[in-house]
Nanobody, 123 residues
Framework: VQLQASGGGLVQAGDSLRLSCAAS????????VGWFRQAPGKEREFVAA????????YYADSVKGRFTISRDNAKNTVYLQMNSLKPEDTAVYYC?????????????????WGQGTQVTVSS
């Protein structure tokens, strides 16, 4: 499956952004999708994931209560709604897909990746 992430930008602390991950190529509902982020000089870290059906979601502790992942399989798109953004949320955000309904937090379990979208949060 091919993925394209979009929606990043420059915002102030406390603002919101919604990232989108558009997929093409195969039956999107057969893929769980995860969002990851990578800040300069740091390793890529898990942010959130959603099952192929959309019924189950999972979040990193650092974003729980502020970020919401959702999907619209009719539109082949996964969203990441980010509220109450903090400067430490600044990173390149990537979406990734893995075949099967179950999500995972380990980036090595995802085979397809989008190109990333930059999110910068100023204080």
């Amino acid at each position: 499956v091919q993925l394209q992430a979009s929606g990043g930008g420059l915002v102030q602390a406390g603002d919101s952004l919604r990232l989108s991950c558009a997929a093409s190529g195969r039956t999107f509902s057969s893929y769980a999708v995860g969002w990851f982020r990578q800040a300069p000089g740091k390793e890529r870290e898990f942010v959130a994931a959603i099952s192929g059906s959309g019924r189950s979601t999972y979040y990193a502790d650092s974003v729980k209560g502020r970020f919401t992942i959702s999907r619209d399989n009719a539109k082949n798109t996964v969203y990441l709604q980010m509220n109450s953004l903090k400067p430490e949320d600044t990173a390149v955000y990537y979406c990734a897909a893995r075949y099967g309904n179950l999500y995972a937090s380990n980036p090595n379990e995802y085979g397809d990746w989008g190109q990333g979208t930059q999110v910068t949060v100023s204080s």
